[in-house]
């Protein structure tokens, strides 16, 4: 089960960080041939009540680092959300991948079976076993950051497609 935790988390999160990685350059080089302040994507979103492209891109990121982190038994890195520029993403990414590349899959030994509690002591507190987590909370909740902001892209016309999406496997 060791391995398998470990090859469900992290692998997947450094595949999908790599092929966001490389959307959000295409996504710079749409806003300088189109003469676009890269602002305006980095500011878009979907809808309203919606998180902005560089929200959804910090949030990937916070997912994919705490999410192998608690599996893990290690500390969560905190990464603080100043990023404002492109160049500012990329190294959130870059940071976040150099996290889960120190991840070792004996770290996960006891992965499937840890308890994982968020939002402990709050009203919204939930336990989840490990592999409850990465399953059913983790990987989707990284999952829908990660799409929410390919969607912006190609919403702003940046021509990515799915393999651009799915990244390097």
Do not use: W
């Amino acid at each position: 089960m060791t391995e398998l935790m470990y090859s469900s988390a992290v692998p997947v999160f450094k595949q999908m960080l790599g092929g966001l990685d490389d959307v959000l350059a295409k996504a710079e080089a749409h806003a300088a041939a189109r003469n676009i302040e890269p602002a305006a994507l980095l500011q878009a979103r979907l809808y309203p009540d919606m998180f902005t492209l560089l929200r959804q891109v910090q949030v990937a990121c916070d997912f994919a680092a705490s999410v192998s982190a608690r599996l893990a038994g290690v500390e969560v890195p905190v990464f603080e959300a100043s990023e404002q520029e492109f160049a500012d993403l990329h190294g959130r990414i870059a940071r976040t991948q150099a996290f889960l590349a120190a991840l070792t899959p004996e770290q996960f030994a006891a992965a499937a079976s840890r308890e994982i509690i968020t939002r402990p002591g709050t009203p919204k507190e939930r336990r989840f076993s490990g592999q409850d987590y990465l399953l059913h909370y983790g990987l989707p909740q990284f999952f829908f950051h990660v799409t929410t902001a390919y969607g912006i892209l190609r919403h702003s016309g940046v021509e990515v497609g799915k393999k651009d999406y799915m990244g390097a496997y």
